[in-house]
């Protein structure tokens, strides 16, 4: 047996490690490190409670309105308090926009750069895809870049800016959008759509998706002249559609009213969520040990001593089950027939993660579409709020990535303890106090890997789109 | 102009940020302009060992380089041991691998406040993480490098500060370095390229008309001015935020939220609520810079006293309720 650390593990959001025990060329365990620390619930401590609007998205500049929306749903929590329909329309399109555009993000720069590696020289698809995708080389990142960029432009009329906006508040958005920036708005969102159905799919965004299965997704990509497909044409080469499988069981938090919160198992009915089952371990962490914690009473304590830690992350644990999260999860648990099948067939794949970005990116801008012509100029998008001086609040939200929440305390209208679950503290926990690994660190087992292996460690990991700066806020 | 990026005690906005860049996409850009990433954690191809080459010979001078790019705070601690954050793969500080490299580079760029002064890693009560800056602790020259570090292009950090930063401070400071060079008159005395740090956010502000009225907002959303209740800062930040616009249009101010001063040290501890502005008997006691306090008083009871209505009711509401007066030819 032979240990081999891989990192800096680049092109994700962030600094990782992973250290695999490698045996006849096959992963036989392996451990995944967050080796930064950040600290920022601490900093939380004993600031005024909505200085956390402040303080939240600088946690992470890859999905910091989530956090933002994370901490503006907690203190609405902490108020007993919503936003007028204005306000909650604003906030998804604000959410929306950097959910979309870190799926784009992800698949142009961090994932497919891996496809362009000389290992796969021999491969039918390699010359289309290196040209393609190299990384900052090939043909596609400076038209990405630019629809990306173009795309951001919504945040600029809606959150002044992007990443770290105040815009999102307890009681709203702090921009009113006007009667001309509806119009300018919806020619931006026309702007995206044509990049995504010409560049990226090769289909009308409605037509792909009504795809219900994985036979009808390989039918539709078959000649097709786009990005997307060509990814499916070397996925299906490398059979990935049955690489990466993890625990199988999945958690959603529900976004935008149209994506239902739940947990979901194989051969099961989905169970409707429970926020009290979830609980933190610390015992792999360079955290001081205790018992698992549910986040509302959870301590963050390091010990940077400690023996038989190997990263800076919590276990967080549903039930005591590991779950994955992130847009395969949300795609199963709201029921998406395409998402469904193919995990009803192969189990949570590299394949099937990528597959539930395209259904998100196809469905997201028609309600996007939607909720700005729902938008009313002249009402109101914010409504006044007045916070208890002590309590407690929980924000739940969907971040691109994954299911992301926020617990708040509020003593003396200062806060006593605020603590984070991030999507990828779930996706690439380390063991907890049973010693049962997370769900990266499950995924990764029996892979090829060591000596001229192919890269396949590459796109697993890659393929739950880890951010790992908020993984160690 | 080759450019090697490292990313330690910070979100990774600042790159998010320059992705953003625009018109043209951020890598034809820098391409065209002669500007090339030896390695960049965010984009680069090479990982693991790969990665490991080029930083290792970078550090031990064998690969020539010109800018140091680095995004976040240096991590000292716990007890100096940089343990907060090792290299990934190589399990030594990130502190160690920057002191290295700056050695060999022609100029160190400090990418955002965090890495500027330290920023919120900076922040926990006690500096736990022992936080700090490349060339500063908040606004104490020092922090990693040193306050006598100079670059062997002879500069010393050259600090872009925000948070995030905007991406064309990032890029034009890029550009102007790689067109002819840059010099110590073309930083200011936080060591800010002056080629955005010498406006203030204030300048430009499309809520400009409220602020000479004095008619302010009073609560989140309202149009008015955002100095004298909520917090705004644009009197004093030295930024071109409102000159040179956010993704496309967008501001702070034209989110309707308050300028936190992001690009001074100090913006994450400014000592009261964020978006509320503390005041000394009424007054803010943050005026504008250069302006003594007595003058901003006497300015403030005259031009309250000489808002037109307009302004005064537009102020305290999320849309225009009174449309400017229409003038009819010949009247």
Known sequence: ?473 | MKVLWLQSGGCGGCTQSMLCAEPRPLFDELRDAGIEFLWHPALSLESGDEALQVLEDCAEGRRPFDVLCVEGAMLRGPNGSGKFHLMAGNGRPLTEWVERLARHARWVFAIGSCTAYGGLSATTPGNPLEACGLQYDSDSSGGLLGAGFVSTGGLPVVNIAGCPTHPGWVVDTLEKLALEGLNVSDLDEFGRPLLYAEQLVHHGCARNEYYEFKASAEKHSDLGCLMENLGCKGTQAHADCNLRPWNGSGSCLKGGFACIACTEPGFESPGHAFQETPKLAGIPIGLPTDMPKAWFVALAALSKSATPKRVRDNAVVDHTVIRPAVKKAGK
């Open chain 1, 1 to 473: 047996m032979k240990r081999i650390q891989l990192g800096p593990f680049n092109r994700v959001e962030g600094d990782l490690e992973v250290s695999l025990d490698v045996e006849d060329g096959a992963v036989l365990a392996a451990r995944v490190n967050s080796p930064l620390f950040r600290g920022f619930e601490q900093v939380l401590v004993g600031r005024v409670a909505e200085d956390a609007l402040a303080i939240v998205p600088r946690i992470c500049g890859i999905c910091s309105v989530a956090q933002s929306a994370a901490a503006a749903s907690a203190l609405a929590d902490l108020a007993g308090i919503e936003p007028p329909p204005n306000g909650v329309l604003a906030r998804h399109l604000i959410q929306a926009t950097e959910n979309l555009a870190d799926h784009l993000t992800h698949f142009y720069l961090f994932f497919m750069p891996d496809f362009a590696r000389s290992a796969y020289a021999d491969r039918s698809w390699h010359a289309a895809v290196s040209a393609r995708f190299m990384a900052v080389k090939g043909a596609a990142p400076g038209p990405v870049l630019q629809a990306r960029a173009r795309f951001f432009n919504l945040t600029g009329f809606l959150a002044g800016r992007w990443p770290h906006t105040l815009a999102l508040q307890a009681g709203g958005s702090t921009k009113a959008m006007t009667a001309a920036e509806r119009i300018r708005v919806l020619a931006l969102l026309r702007e995206f759509r044509a990049f995504l159905e010409g560049v990226l799919l090769g289909d009308s965004l409605e037509a792909f998706a009504e795809l219900a299965g994985w036979d009808a997704l390989l039918h539709w990509a078959d000649g097709r002249e786009a990005d997307f497909p060509l990814f499916l044409r070397a996925a299906g080469d490398l059979g990935l559609e049955g690489v990466g499988r993890a625990s199988d069981r999945f958690l959603s938090y529900g976004a935008y009213g149209i994506f239902s919160a739940g947990v979901w198992q194989p051969g099961m009915a989905v169970e409707s969520l429970d926020p009290g089952r979830i609980s933190e371990d610390t015992r792999h962490a360079w955290l001081a040990d205790g018992p698992a914690l549910s986040p509302a009473a959870g301590e963050t304590v390091v010990n940077a001593e400690k023996a038989g830690a190997y990263t800076w992350c919590k276990a967080p644990r549903y039930a005591g089950q590991v779950i994955e999260t992130g847009a395969l999860a949300r795609q199963l648990v709201t029921g998406n027939r395409l998402v469904g099948d193919l995990v009803a067939q192969f189990g949570g794949s590299v394949t099937g993660r990528v597959v539930a970005r395209m259904v998100e990116l196809a469905t997201i801008v028609p309600a996007m579409e939607r909720w700005v012509k729902a938008i009313v100029p002249g009402e109101a998008f914010c409504n006044p709020v007045e916070l208890p001086e002590s309590g407690q609040g929980v924000g739940l939200v969907e971040a691109a990535r994954g299911s992301l929440g926020h617990w708040l305390s509020v003593k003396r209208g200062r806060i006593e303890r605020y603590q984070i679950i991030a999507p990828t503290t779930w996706n690439f926990s380390p063991r907890d106090g049973d010693g049962t690994p997370g769900p990266l660190e499950q995924a990764l087992v029996g892979l090829p890997a060591g000596e001229g292996a192919l890269p396949t460690v590459q796109h697993v990991v890659r393929s739950f789109d880890p951010c790992m700066v908020c993984t160690v806020h």
